[in-house]
């Protein structure tokens, strides 16, 4: 008899700031596949603007496996608290979601580059709650 696995798209919880970590660890021994989206943001410190990278969504990533045979493993891996679940529901993401966001971040990685606003500079508010109280 040929064993069958359904391997599917878990979100895990994972120790803020501490996702890529979990991620490494989940693929090095067990070899699942893991995507942890990040962004690279530069922030202005007392030294100059300098690029920081966090995960996309804080505190989550995403792993493919097989709930019966796997979730334990991942569950009790290092830096991962758990498998996301609503209740006594454990949602499976889509492949087609995790593709999306593969497409829209081919390296993993995305960089927002800060606008280019000076000093002085006059800027339209074109949504949000100060439209109206800034004569929009």
Known sequence: MIEQRIEQWYCLKAKIKREHFA???LISPTNLEVFCPRVTITKNTIRGPKPFTEALFPGYLFSRFD???SSRLVKYSQDVI???KFGDRIP???DKT???LKVALPG???EI???RLQEGELAEIIQGCLKESLGG
Do not use: D, N
């Open 108 to 110: 993993e990685t995305a």
């Open 67 to 69: 709930f019966e045979k």
């Open 23 to 25: 991620a490494a660890i």
């Open 98 to 100: 995790i593709t999306q």
């Open 92 to 94: 499976v993401i889509p």
């Open 113 to 115: 580059k800060p606008p």
């Open 82 to 84: 758990g498998i996301v």
